[in-house]
């Protein structure tokens, strides 16, 4: 257990409706990472938040969005599903920024858009 | 720009045996460099990591690597597999100036043959 969790486990919905997911990281740690993981893109970097501030961007789609809240828990906003959205979507943190931090992995929220 | 090569997307091995799972990386600098397992339903934990000193890294769960600069290469290493040890392994590089400029390989698929 690396003490980040993911709500929901498992999400279902149709194309073009709009989804939360939420993330809240280890005691302690200011960053959030969202990742999206799916098999022909693989593991990707969508965009970090430190401390309530977006810090990197990394392939973020327009129709996504996050923030990070001064309780330090995440959310992700996935607006107008397509099926290609369908992927496992991870959340991490880590106690600073920097690149020596390690960054501990939720167990993810798994989307399917029919 | 940073990038990750796993040449091997599956490898099965017996219980028991040695194990070496490759990663070749590309980084103009010196790199940081990672090593994670996802196990089925789960997130990433870190293995282990190398920033700097020693080229032999070890880890969690027996695992060990080595960082050859010549080679660019960040070979993961187990003399003794176990059937637990199933699961995927992803080789990462990131950069000093931030964790968020982490990027993962494609990954390797461990099977365990009894």
């Known amino acids: 257990d690396s003490g980040v969790t993911q709500t929901p486990k498992h999400l279902i919905t149709a194309t073009g409706q709009r989804v939360t997911l939420r993330c809240s990281p280890r005691s302690g740690d200011l960053s959030v990472y969202w990742y999206q993981q799916s098999l022909d893109q693989g593991l990707q970097f969508l965009i970090q938040?430190?401390?309530?501030?977006?810090?990197a961007k990394g392939n973020i789609l327009e129709r996504f969005s996050a923030q990070q809240f001064p309780d330090l828990h995440s959310e992700l906003n996935l607006s107008s599903l397509e099926l290609g959205d369908s992927a496992l979507y991870f959340c991490?943190?880590?106690?600073?920024?920097?690149?020596?931090?390690?960054?501990?992995f939720g167990p993810g929220t798994r989307l399917t858009v029919l | 720009a940073q990038s990750v090569t796993q040449p091997d997307i599956h490898i099965t091995v017996s219980e028991g045996a040695s194990l070496e799972l490759r990663c070749n990386y590309s980084?103009?600098?010196?790199?940081?460099l990672f090593w994670y397992v996802q196990s089925p339903g789960q997130g990433l934990q870190l293995l282990l990591k190398?920033?700097?000193?020693?080229?032999l890294v070890q880890g969690i769960k027996g695992f060990e690597a080595e960082f050859k600069r010549s080679q660019s290469s960040f070979n993961l290493r187990k003399p003794s597999v176990h059937w637990s040890d199933a699961a995927e392994y992803f080789c990462?590089?990131?950069?000093?100036?931030?964790?968020?400029?982490?990027?993962f390989g494609s990954g390797t698929r461990l099977s365990i043959r009894p």
């Open positions: 990462a590089v990131g950069a000093r100036s931030s964790a968020s400029k982490i990027i």
């Open positions: 938040y430190y401390n309530g501030e977006e810090r």
């Open positions: 190398y920033f700097s000193g020693d080229t």
């Open positions: 980084y103009g600098a010196t790199p940081y």
């Open positions: 991490a943190s880590s106690i600073q920024s920097g690149g020596t931090d390690t960054q501990y």
